[in-house]
């Protein structure tokens, strides 16, 4: 699969807007009606949207059985248990600090890209890999006192538990990338790639939740909040393009370089919170979204 100079990039970017957007209404989902419903809800809403994608671009099309492999270790990996873990981790330790923990699965990937996908990053990446995950840091910590509505501060129990259920999802994130570019490079267009990853996830998360009952409790859940299901439905429009760019992403781009972009949502909320709520953000904040920025800028000129 040849690489496409900058599209790579801007599907990474174009991932992280719609994450940021779906990301905190997912937040608010999860602490309202529980994780386990939030994840299980969401995963038939992203497949419909994905698959009627999938018939109009007319890119279902065999695929090997290794990508089918490595696509549904990347699903069950990155989405069924890495995303049900950081919502646990979000609900106890706040989106901030959960945000920060997670982002150093952009390093984690450039690691496992060198090391199992034969990857190479110049030290202008790295340092632009370096540079972007420093900025979006400072940014998360200066908030990062910042909880959930009606969320309190945890204590040091329940901190440590939060920061490592972040610290795990962090790693399976990185591993699903990894499996996700190695099935992407094997020929499956990455809308087709995507919408077959979802199956995988949302099948091993429904069979799971089936033994444990989770869909009558679910639905329940959102019976009592019809709000909430409203507003999982619209986010999910955004959760599934992002999927789908991030797919684009890692078909087109290094791992690394990838999830180090991806990692630009807690700058775009940041952004669109201070543009919506006519909100100054602090000088801290700014200078970690220019240090984000110019690492972003290093990454893209490659």
Known sequence: MM??????????????????VSGYAHSIVASSVGVASLTLMRMPLQL??????????????????????????SGILGISVGDMLFYRAITIIGPNLGILVQSLSAAMAALLGIAFLGEYLSWQIALGIALTTFGVGTVIAEGRGVMLP????????????????????????????IFFRAALLTG???????????????AALWLCGLIRRWPQKSISAFRGRPDMF???????????????MSGVALAL????????????????????TSVIQR????????SGTFIAFGGTTLICLR
Do not use: D, H, K
């Open 3 to 20: 690489f496409t100079a900058g599209l790579g990039e801007l599907a990474a970017v174009a991932t992280a807007f719609g994450w940021s």
């Open 48 to 73: 419909i949207l994905l698959g009627f994608l999938s018939l109009c671009m007319g890119a279902i099309a065999p695929i090997t059985p290794m990508a089918l492999l490595q696509l549904c270790l």
């Open 150 to 177: 009606g969320q309190r501060q945890p204590n040091r129990r329940e901190l440590l538990i939060g920061v490592s259920y972040a610290l795990v999802s962090s790693f399976l994130l990185a591993a699903s990338f």
């Open 188 to 202: 499956p267009t990455p809308i087709w790639a995507t919408t077959v990853r979802i199956i995988f996830a949302g």
């Open 230 to 244: 409203r507003l999982l439905a619209g986010a999910a429009l955004f959760s599934g393009l992002g999927i789908w």
């Open 253 to 272: 781009a290094p791992a690394g370089v990838a999830a180090a972009l991806i990692g630009l949502q807690p700058v775009m909320i940041m952004l669109l």
């Open 279 to 286: 909100r100054r953000p602090s000088p801290i904040a700014v």
